[in-house]
């Protein structure tokens, strides 16, 4: 029912841009939280950043002032833009979504984003 589907990452050199795109599917996404989380090759899978069904927003401080979260208006979809990029930014990059009331929680499939010369 609910499907969670991630576009836009690639390879881009050190202090570049990418812009992901995740578009859900289903009935949940008006009062369902997003997020946006990655996991490097040996790490464990972290949240880079976040915006509630109201539109508020958090980062990790590892990605604040680069990276913006943000929603469509038929919150269905979530981007996130991420700038000057590192290549500790380097992960798949897995959308999120949970709902705010029975707490479930769906996943994206992910996407690679590589920052590399």
Not at 49 to 55: E, M, P, S, W
């Amino acid at each position: 029912q609910v499907q969670l589907v991630e576009s836009g990452g690639g390879l881009v050199q050190p202090g570049g841009s990418l812009r992901l795109s995740c578009v859900g599917s289903g009935s949940i996404f008006t009062i369902a939280h997003m997020g946006w989380y990655r996991q490097a090759p040996g790490k464990e899978r972290e949240l880079v950043a976040v915006i509630t069904y109201g539109g508020g927003t958090s980062y990790a401080d590892s990605v604040k002032g680069r990276f913006s979260i943000s929603r469509g208006n038929g919150k269905n979809t979530v981007h996130l833009q991420m700038n000057s990029l590192k290549p500790e930014d380097t992960a798949v990059y897995y959308c999120n979504a949970r709902h705010a009331v029975n707490g479930y929680i769906y996943w994206g499939q992910g996407t690679q984003v590589t920052v590399s010369s």
